[in-house]
């Protein structure tokens, strides 16, 4: 059996905005994708993140690979984003309604189980 993170911790739901473009007023046009059962861990530390560049981490978002819905590739929507000129975003809601955000997302990090599949995503936010 398969291995996720424990479903009592993944209480949080994310709502990310993911640029795709700029329209016609040169205003960067977005999607939203709302992801359930998510946990977000608050964090604070500073991140180098090139030459000389410094970033404040906010916080880190688990998604799990099995538990979290709908599943998505992350990487793609990162990826996606930084080719139409933008950043990724997203806000957390947690489960008592309390929404923190927006964080823009730093990195994206697919994490392997023991067969090479991925068990969670861990997103750094600043």
Known sequence: MLSTIPARILRDTAI????????????????????????????????????NTEVVLRGVLFIDARLSFPLLDYWALQESAQEAGAVMTVT?????????????????????????NTHHWELSLC
């Open 16 to 51: 990310f905005s993911i640029p795709k473009g700029m329209d016609e007023y040169q205003q960067t046009a977005n999607d939203t994708v709302i992801v359930r059962r998510v946990h977000l861990q608050s964090d604070n530390n500073t991140r180098k993140t090139g030459t």
């Open 92 to 116: 957390v809601k947690d489960r008592h309604g309390r929404t923190s955000g927006p964080y823009t997302v730093l990195t994206v990090d697919g994490l392997p189980d023991d067969e090479g």
